[in-house]
DNA sequence: GTCGAAATTCGAAACGCTTTGGCTTGGTGG
DNA sequence: CCACCAAGCCAAAGCGTTTCGAATTTCGAC
């Protein structure tokens, strides 16, 4: 059923009708109820394609997901990110279509992007410091919301960010506080612009309280549970090892749990760490009490107010440069505790 | 860039461009090699929803997330699966459209997705025993590909799935083999119905082997670290507390190495413990040696083989339905070993 | 040379919608 | 009674492709 058809059976007018259902003033109110009543009983949706051919607007956004060649890793926050991010969409009748490309290829993709007319606006995900692909879509124009900030960046641009330097420099205070004179930080790979501020507030903190960072006690890897294991053993076999732990996620904190286990020390005792938690749906940081200490920020929040201002911004292109900085929560779970003396 | 413009540059009719680059037989090979050119130099592209609009084929597929009201959890298989998928996507040209819908608007969001033209056909993911989609789908008439199985299911439908039941046989066949009579599973929830098809495997392996299967021992709860925990530290309590476990998923299989820890006990002497592992990319079972003793299976690799799948279904809508069943390698890690005396 | 088939190329319709500008109709004010 | 206006409706021109059917050119054969 399209529109010509429904306006045969109305014997309208296709303009008629789709000024009908548009909601344009110059249509007959009892013409439009008999209009939006057939549109329904007919079960008559507006071909997508159409409606961008003729507007011009695609009604569409796109994620754009790089594989880095080396390690191929996917986001695990990603999920959520997107789960956060279609419900806005879905709300407001756009599409998300999502590019798994090799970051090789990044910058084609987002040209293909724009030359074929297939979104309206994108998302950028994992920026890493002087991120060029601020300057490439400012170049082709393409609207575009950054979920991360990228240090370094010469142009304006918009973006959704956790205020990860406070969050761990606060988490840092904390442990200082509980008495911890040796910490470390087990980060993200120190080219993600997130990793760079983590460790940024990590050192703050040691050195606004008279404290040294040490290179040792700073490790920066993958995500994932093995390397957060192997990072915290490596540090627990220096002479002086660390009597506290920031580490960058929950997974590593799991490997990080699991090199402690292994020295036979239990957490909040022996050892104190506090992990950064996304509130991924799928790894709670515990229920009802945290498991561990933590600082907290909703990803999937993040996704949904990174969608509302994209979508913002698709429809009006120049409001200005427009930031949201969330402050992540440092919620106390059962893995901190005073230093052992 | 247009194609009514570049045919304007190469003084040719939009007609023969369209031909040239759509590689038609009747167009002279000098012509054609000219207008590729001149499509490369200017950098032409054509316009995906105007080819949508003059061939019906949208050249998209969608991906369904369906947000449970009650648990809010996005899969976490979901991320590496659509990795996957993409891959296949990204090199036959076709965009991937994601739509993260409430779990009681499904149906609704297919019928949209048909009826607007959007996608050419989808992937059904995380079928339940009876899966009301498979009616639905094959009703509205969207090519599809499940992934996964739908038990009690019908109507033929298109399938790619591991062999959860033989991977779950063989790994209890191999608890029992070293010497376990106490083996605990900790499923899935078993509405799902990979769920429904590992405890089948589960409790055959027992049955064959002279045992009987305790619902005391057999857990069903959502794959999270917590619920694992939880499911694992009732069991141990039990007063003939299981010596060897079964466990769906790596996250939950993280909460029971949290709760065998509690309780003092070490992986692989005091408790066994086999996952099923995904191979989800961010969150790998040990790098060299891995961690549990897992039967595993990529589900990225499932991903890739659903969109080819689908794609071909798509291009050649009456082939006979087609499956795939991946089996399920048994790796053998450090949790497991001989019942302790 | 001429003819016809083969090789190329083109014009125009179609896809399903939006939107501009114009056409009716009925009512109002002078 | 007429000019004028607003309200309501419609025809038709796009949007950027593909594709059918026809037109043109080329070329070998007669």
Do not use: C
Request: aromatic residues 6%.
């Amino acid at each position: 059923m399209n529109l010509k058809e429904l306006a045969r059976t109305l014997d309208l007018s296709p303009t008629t009708v789709s000024r009908a259902l548009g909601g344009y003033p110059e249509v007959n109110a009892e013409t439009r109820a008999r209009v939006v009543d057939a549109a329904r009983r007919h079960n008559y949706r507006p071909n997508t394609r159409a409606i961008q051919l003729a507007t011009g607007r695609s009604m569409a956004v796109g994620h754009v997901i790089p594989i880095a060649a080396r390690h191929e890793i996917v986001n695990p926050i990603f999920a959520d990110f997107i789960a956060g991010a279609g419900e806005t969409y879905s709300r407001a009748g756009y599409d998300m279509v999502m590019s798994v490309v090799p970051d090789t290829d990044e910058a084609r993709t987002y040209r293909e992007l724009k030359s074929r007319g297939t979104v309206d606006g994108v998302i950028v995900h994992g920026p890493t410091a002087n991120d060029p692909r601020i300057a490439l879509l400012t170049d082709i124009g393409i609207p575009f919301v950054v979920h991360g900030r990228a240090t370094g960046a010469e142009l304006p641009y918009r973006w959704i960010d956790v205020n990860n330097r406070r969050a761990f420099q606060r988490a840092t205070e904390f442990l200082i506080d509980l008495g911890h004179r040796r910490i470390g930080l087990i980060n993200g790979l120190e080219f993600m612009d997130f990793a760079i501020r983590r460790r940024t507030g990590f050192t703050a903190a040691l050195i606004a309280r008279g404290l040294v960072p040490d290179p040792d006690l700073m490790a920066s890897e993958e995500m994932t549970e093995s390397s957060g294991y192997r990072a915290v053993r490596a540090m627990l076999d220096l002479p002086d090892p660390p009597t506290a732990l920031i580490v960058s996620s929950m997974i590593s904190g799991i490997g990080a749990r699991r090199a402690a286990q292994d020295r036979g020390l239990i957490l909040g005792r022996d050892l104190s760490v506090i992990i950064h938690d996304d509130e991924l749906s799928y790894l709670k940081n515990g229920d009802t009490v945290p498991i561990f200490t933590a600082t907290r920020s909703s990803v999937r929040e993040a996704g949904r107010q990174a969608a509302e201002m994209l979508l913002h911004l698709i429809a009006t292109p120049d409001s200005p440069p427009e930031h949201r900085l969330l402050e992540a929560e440092l919620i106390i779970g059962q893995s901190t505790g005073p230093r052992h003396p």
